[in-house]
């Protein structure tokens, strides 16, 4: 595609990345196919080449618009059409620069605005979160039933965190909702670890990941939450943390960008590259290191959901289904597994109405197989799909480690 950046833009580090990614695109058009968007509402400008289309005419100069951002905020980023582009357009990079751009220039309405800044201060805050979900679980059976499942429920507690101190250590990111949703899944995960022979570290402080706030377009907030990151794992990794481990694809596919997003930053491009490089998803970790696990594995018949962020984000299609495959679980056949849940980040609440669609969609596909139990790896998938089911939906590792228990 032919490009003709407005001076504005031309020279800067964006411009020359959004310029350069323009440039892959021959507007083909096969990445409509697959996005979820463009197949619910049939509007070229609500799939990835229209949208494509929209920020090439902003980056060469043209106005943007409110529908200009409608079409940009109806995107999930679930970045499907980055899987499917045969050339290689990193269509999620390009959104990020567009967004922001757009932000900039269009004033969104009080209400609105105000609502976005409570979502992102609530969100990002396991401090305020907690409490605020404790809260809404203790009115939960007096709400309506429209309400009610927009709480979601209490979990299982957290198993005890192991004791054990073995020589090799892991840290992992404690992240911001996953605590007070599930605060199983990061004690499981060190469970299972610890019986491979790693320590699973927590370190005081590192809290969100900042990926709330990057997709809220808060760019600067999140950047100095993604530094507070780092300056908590730093310690340990100077101590010899051989990785750092995510429980929540969400959270790992903004981990894994702190290199390039604190690329310009003198005083942490160098150890934000570090951290991304030495940044794992948990599938990785027990892919590489599970060997022992086989055979403990009782068989239970289950769907796996595997989450936008780490199938087309992290590019870790398959993972856990052949680990979980490995290890002696059976898994239904699910159709369409490349189309989002409708969770995505804050994408649930701030687009209701295609989320639901998108949600009961994914439900249909996941329950087609007569599951046990749908297991995922991201939580806001999991507490999404959990809204809209009464089978139990959980991360995988908290499965895994029950297995490995009993
Ligand atoms: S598939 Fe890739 S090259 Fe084709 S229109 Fe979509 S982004 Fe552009
Ligand atoms: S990121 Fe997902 S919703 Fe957005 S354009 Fe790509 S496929 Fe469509």
């Known amino acids: 595609m032919q490009t003709n950046l407005a001076p504005f833009i031309r020279d800067t580090p964006e411009g020359k990345e959004a310029d350069a990614i323009l440039r892959k695109c021959t507007h083909c058009g096969m990445c409509t196919a697959t996005c979820p968007t463009y197949q619910l509402l049939s509007d070229e400008l609500d799939g990835p080449r229209g949208r494509i289309y929209l920020i090439k005419q902003v980056l060469e100069g043209a106005t943007p618009t409110a529908k200009t951002q409608l079409h940009l905020d109806r995107c999930l980023t679930c970045r499907a059409c980055e899987t499917t582009c045969p050339t290689g357009v990193r269509y999620g990079r390009l959104v990020d620069i567009g967004r922001h751009l757009v932000e900039e220039r269009v004033a969104r309405g009080p209400v609105e605005s105000a609502w976005r800044g409570a979502l992102n201060t609530v969100i990002s805050s396991s401090s305020l979160f907690g409490p605020l979900l404790k809260m809404g679980q203790l009115a939960r059976p007096l709400l309506?039933?429209?309400?009610?499942?927009?709480?979601?429920?209490?979990?299982?507690?957290?198993?005890?965190?192991?004791?054990?101190?073995?020589?090799?250590?892991?840290?992992?990111?404690?992240?911001?909702?996953?605590?007070?949703?599930?605060?199983?899944?990061?004690?499981?995960?060190?469970?299972?670890?610890?019986?491979?022979?790693?320590?699973?570290?927590?370190?005081?402080?590192?809290?969100?990941?900042?990926?709330?706030?990057?997709?809220?377009?808060?760019?600067?907030?999140?950047?100095?939450?993604?530094?507070?990151a780092i300056d908590a794992w730093w310690p340990h990794i100077e101590h010899g943390a051989e990785a750092i481990v995510i429980t929540a694809s969400g959270c790992g596919v903004t981990v894994k960008d702190y290199g390039h997003l604190l690329q310009h930053d003198p005083a942490y491009a160098e150890k934000a590259q570090r951290i991304s490089a030495l940044t794992r998803d948990i599938s990785e970790i027990i892919t590489a290191e599970g060997a022992k696990l086989k055979s403990l594995i009782p068989r239970q018949r289950v769907a796996f959901h595997s989450p936008c962020t780490l199938q087309h984000g992290l590019k870790l299609k398959g993972t856990v289904e052949n680990l979980l495959g490995s290890l002696g679980y059976e898994l239904t056949d699910v159709p369409d597994t490349h189309l989002c849940c409708g969770s995505a980040g804050t994408y649930s609440i701030l687009q209701p109405e295609l989320s639901q669609r998108l949600l009961g969609n994914k439900i249909a596909a996941l329950q087609s197989g007569a599951p046990a139990a749908i297991l995922t790896a991201n939580i806001g998938c999991q507490a999404h799909l959990q809204s809209a089911t009464d089978l139990p939906v959980r991360h995988w590792i908290e499965a895994l480690e029950d297995s490995l228990t009993s």
């Open 144 to 228: 309506p039933p429209a309400l009610k499942r927009k709480v979601p429920a209490a979990t299982a507690p957290a198993k005890p965190w192991p004791a054990t101190a073995h020589a090799r250590k892991m840290i992992v990111l404690e992240g911001c909702v996953q605590p007070s949703l599930s605060p199983a899944t990061n004690a499981a995960a060190a469970r299972v670890l610890d019986r491979l022979g790693i320590s699973l570290v927590r370190a005081a402080g590192a809290g969100c990941c900042g990926g709330v706030s990057f997709h809220l377009n808060l760019q600067d907030k999140a950047l100095d939450i993604m530094r507070r």
